[in-house]
């Protein structure tokens, strides 16, 4: 009887084409190292006092995204935003009438755990960083709009578009890159924290795991806490993989196609159809959000 052949097998073919598109090239380990070194780093500067002051601002845009989530999914339900408040202890406040509360409470944690999978995998490209923090731009508008009157809201956003820009000029925007794949990582690292501390470890009453159970009625704000601990580690590890899958440029690659994709002034641009300065876009939105400050 003649040896069985699965070298044409679609099994077989189906686990080779995935063994090969999660392994990692060269630029790919190197993005991967940096952002494991980016968990340690984190976690070393969150827990050793004085040190946290370092990550202290990248804590309250964390907090803000989380705020910004619920935001945004109150809308999408109907709801209507009052104002978002970011509190300098590190806490926040979404305040909002209407909408679907079994959706805008989880939105908060699921919804910054999302932002930061994103963030991570658009890490791995220096284009999809640029694309990335384009769409921050849009939620820093938004954010502004909502907490018009928060001036920790302002500083914040500020600082964070003039690193924004800073970065995208250094190294053809190489340094957006690691700087996207950052506040992904922190994105998703505050979120595991923040649930196992506000819900796991010690109840508290005004966390949207205890407003949740509330509602629900059938579980503890503990089990909450867990499933949405188990949804926002399968968020951070989904971001990793789909980098990996969808970004396989090397480094010189990506080099030349940040030339050809919103390129820093200065830098050869073939396709003068879509390059443009991208302060001019930051500069816009900025423009636009304190005329409206100022028109309220």
């Not at 796991?200 to 009625?217: M, P």
Request: charged letters at 10%; glycine letters at 8%.
């Amino acid at each position: 009887m003649p040896a069985a052949n699965f070298s044409n097998h679609e099994l077989y073919l189906f686990v080779r084409d995935a063994r090969s598109s999660l392994t990692p090239n060269h630029t790919q380990e190197i993005t991967l190292i940096v952002a494991a070194c980016y968990v340690v780093a984190i976690g070393i500067l969150w827990h050793v006092p004085y040190l946290s002051v370092i990550i202290y601002p990248f804590k309250l845009l964390t907090v803000g995204l989380h705020e910004m989530s619920h935001a945004v999914t109150g809308v999408l339900t109907c709801a209507h935003i009052h104002s978002i408040e970011l509190d300098p202890d590190e806490g926040g406040a979404t305040r909002m009438s209407g909408g679907i509360p079994w959706i805008t409470l989880p939105a908060g944690y699921l919804g910054s755990s999302f932002i930061g999978a994103a963030l991570i995998a658009c890490g791995f490209d220096t284009n999809a960083s640029k694309v990335a923090s384009l769409v921050l731009a849009g939620f820093f508008l938004l954010t502004l709009w909502w907490a018009r009157k928060e001036w920790l809201t302002w500083l914040l956003i500020l600082g964070m578009s003039g690193l924004i820009i800073l970065f995208w000029f250094v190294e053809g925007g190489v340094a957006l890159r690691f700087f996207i794949l950052f506040i992904g990582v922190m994105s998703d690292l505050y979120v595991l924290w923040d649930i196992i501390d506000d819900t796991i470890e010690r109840k508290v009453n005004g966390s949207d795991a205890s407003a949740f159970a509330k509602i629900c009625g059938c579980c503890p704000s503990q089990v909450w806490g867990v499933i949405w601990l188990i949804e926002a580690i399968c968020l951070f590890a989904a971001g990793i993989i789909i980098g990996l899958v969808a970004f396989k440029e090397s480094s010189t690659q990506q080099e030349s196609d940040a030339t050809h994709f919103l390129p820093v002034p200065g830098e050869p641009n073939p396709n003068a159809a879509i390059g443009f300065w991208p302060a001019s876009l930051f500069s816009l939105a900025a423009s636009a959000a304190t005329s409206a400050f100022l028109l309220l």
